[in-house]
Antibody, heavy 122, light 116 residues
Framework: QVQLQESGPGLVKPSQALSLSCSVSGGSIIDGGYYWTWIRQLPGKGLEWIGS???????YYSPLLRSRVTISLHTSKNQFSLNLNSMTAADTATYYC??????????????WGQGTLVTVSS | QPVLTQPPSVSASLGASVTLTCTLSSGYSDYKVDWYQQRPGKGPRFVMR????????SKGDGIPDRFSVLGSGLNRYLTIKNIQEEDESDYHC?????????????FGGGTKLTVL
């Protein structure tokens, strides 16, 4: 059973960068066929895809956030991370890490973390 | 890239049936859509994938037989029969688009299902 767990600060000051980590257990982040992904949910709103990283390090970002986002793999720790620069109040959200399975006609998020609330405030 | 549209809310009585709709924007009638259930205070979980021909692959772990899907035109439907209190959740649809550097994942706005 794969499990994902987000960690990082719950409070970030405006203009600062957010750094979150996702620890993966029950599977390896270098296994092929999976995209390790960050998704967020603004308060009371729907889900928003931030970006994904493949096991070979290839990255894919939302066009709306591409200029501020970096997603990285940390293979020795079996973790992947999110860095989001120039945070504003509009970035206040619950941030989820998830695994996207990519097999033939199947692309879906099969495992999710529980989410971590990040508030941007001075 | 497609836009996915969902009604903000729907309600149904205990034991009744309800159909949730995810509508793709024009020109994307061949797209498949994934449905996710998000119970209050929890992370989402995969329900199933649907294309124009119906379910693609298998249901997510623990998804009861009461849940089914259908695709027609630009619409992708999730039907829940014999609604239970535990079905009260937000339901999100999502679609992947593009390949290579243009790969993106898009979500609808979500539908809140209230069980009366």
């Amino acid at each position: 059973q794969v499990q994902l767990q987000e960690s990082g600060p719950g409070l970030v000051k405006p203009s600062q960068a957010l750094s979150l980590s996702c620890s993966v257990s029950g599977g390896s982040i270098i296994d092929g066929g999976y995209y390790w992904t960050w998704i967020r949910q603004l308060p009371g709103k729907g889900l928003e895809w931030i970006g994904s990283i493949y096991s070979n390090g290839g990255t894919y970002y939302s066009p709306l956030l591409r200029s501020r986002v970096t997603i990285s793999l940390h293979t020795s720790k079996n973790q992947f991370s999110l860095n989001l620069n120039s945070m504003t109040a509009a970035d206040t959200a619950t941030y989820y890490c998830a695994r996207l399975i990519a097999r033939a006609a199947l692309y879906y998020f099969d495992y999710w973390g529980q989410g971590t609330l990040v508030t941007v405030s001075s | 890239q497609p836009v996915l549209t969902q009604p903000p809310s729907v309600s149904a009585s205990l034991g009744a049936s309800v159909t949730l709709t995810c509508t793709l924007s024009s020109g994307y009638s061949d797209y498949k859509v994934d449905w996710y259930q998000q119970r209050p205070g929890k992370g989402p979980r995969f329900v199933m994938r649907v294309g124009i021909g119906g379910i693609v692959g298998s249901k997510g772990d623990g998804i009861p037989d009461r849940f089914s899907v259908l695709g027609s035109g630009l619409n992708r439907y999730l039907t829940i029969k014999n609604i239970q209190e535990e079905d009260e959740s937000d339901y999100h649809c999502a679609a992947d688009h593009g390949s290579g550097n243009n790969f993106v994942v898009l979500f609808g706005g979500g539908t809140k299902l209230t069980v009366l």
